[in-house]
């Protein structure tokens, strides 16, 4: 599930990555660890199942019930999330001391080779930041990157996706239990490819889960945390102006005054959506990918039209489940290096903000 963060999927008329190759050989395992009943039916388990049911009655009825042409693509929709199931059912066979240590050294790494890959696609010495966009992305995201917005995508499929891979490494750095000036010389140049993404949505969710950790989990006093909030905001604000962040600091403006082309087209899309979902309330259409576009730029909006009221329910219900077992988790203060469930915690706050405006 890592690995996915950083390598690139293989596109094959469906993007093939490491978690698709992994869940096939933990599928071929799953008879014999539930003969030998090593499997334990988790929570998470249950209620992803009961997500990916609701899928699958979803499509059938779409191509029943309203009558959209039968495809294989939207079979294919409901496999990108059905590979995720067996890893949910393995989890208990984790080892924590060893996953801890594994993840600590996973950390490290990965925040060499993401910055590595930032510092190519921003220089693109010897032209490489072109060819590592087109590995990792498309030619229309990797063109914009060198001469257009100058949005980098690092190891993401486009620049959101990117930033939301780079933000959990961050909070992963910030949270664990690390030498001090080490973290600071990992956040900082992670912070700056941050920025690089010029990722709106995704700097609300980062700014949304750190006014969280603020409130809740941190122990200075409450006049302090107002102080670091506000410096905080004023700190990122100045970074914005020397960096020349056009893209960020233009489209916040041209928001407020109505006259952003990326977010009218976003609302237009979740209005088209919201129609399509009052045709077909509790259950949505399904995918349809024969008949609808794909491109919606709202998960609100797309679970909607697609899984209506009872999708909602059970989507967002798992985001909250994580949330709930995180704090609980959290509220138990495990000695650890590092802080995973308050990780999980605030990588589901981002979550809930970054699904208004991305997929």
């Known amino acids: 599930l890592f690995g996915t963060l950083l390598l690139p999927s293989l596109n094959l008329g469906i993007a093939i990555n490491m978690i698709t190759i992994i869940s096939f ?29 609701l899928m699958f009655y979803s499509i059938i009825h779409c191509y029943l019930a309203l009558d959209v042409e039968t495809t294989y693509r939207g079979y294919m929709e409901w496999f990108r999330y059905a590979q995720v199931l067996p890893y949910l059912l393995v989890a208990s066979l984790i080892d924590y001391k060893s996953f801890e240590q594994k993840t600590m050294t996973y950390l490290k ?67 664990s239990k690390q030498i001090k000036i080490y973290k600071i010389f ?4 992670l912070l ?24 809740i989990f941190s122990k200075i006093n409450l006049f302090m945390k107002v102080f670091v909030v506000l410096l905080i905001s004023y700190i990122f604000y100045q970074v914005l102006q020397f960096l020349n962040l056009e893209y960020i ?41 024969s008949i609808h576009d794909t491109v919606i ?39 650890s290096k590092l802080n995973i469930p308050l990780v999980g915690f605030l990588i589901s706050i981002v979550g809930f903000v970054v699904m208004s405006t991305n997929t």
């Open 109 to 175: 790494v990965s925040v060499i080779y993401i910055l590595f890959i930032a510092f190519l696609q921003i220089t693109n010495i010897g032209n490489m930041g072109y060819f590592i966009g087109l590995v990792y992305s498309s030619i229309g995201h990797t063109e914009s990157m060198l001469s257009g917005a100058y949005r980098i995508v690092v190891t993401g499929s486009d620049p959101n996706v990117g930033a939301l891979i780079v933000l959990f490494l961050i909070l992963l750095t910030f949270l």
């Open 297 to 335: 730029d709202s998960e609100y909006a797309l679970i909607l039209q697609r899984y209506g009221l009872v999708g909602m329910f059970f989507f967002l219900g798992y985001l909250l489940l994580i949330m709930h077992f995180s704090y609980k988790l959290y509220k138990k203060k495990i000695e």
């Open 186 to 189: 990992q956040i900082v140049p």
């Open 25 to 53: 050989v933990l599928i071929s395992l799953l008879p014999v660890l539930i003969y030998r009943r090593y499997i334990k039916i988790n929570r998470f388990a249950v209620w992803y199942s009961f997500i990916l049911i």
């Open 249 to 289: 600091l233009i489209g916040f403006q041209m928001a407020l005054e109505g006259t952003n082309t990326s977010l009218n087209v976003r609302f237009e899309n979740v209005f088209l959506a919201y129609e399509r979902f009052l045709e077909s309330v509790a259950l949505g259409w399904g995918p349809a990918k």
């Open 192 to 215: 700056i490819v941050l920025l690089s993404t010029q990722s709106r949505t995704v700097f609300l969710g980062l700014a949304s889960s750190l006014f969280i950790y603020m409130l």
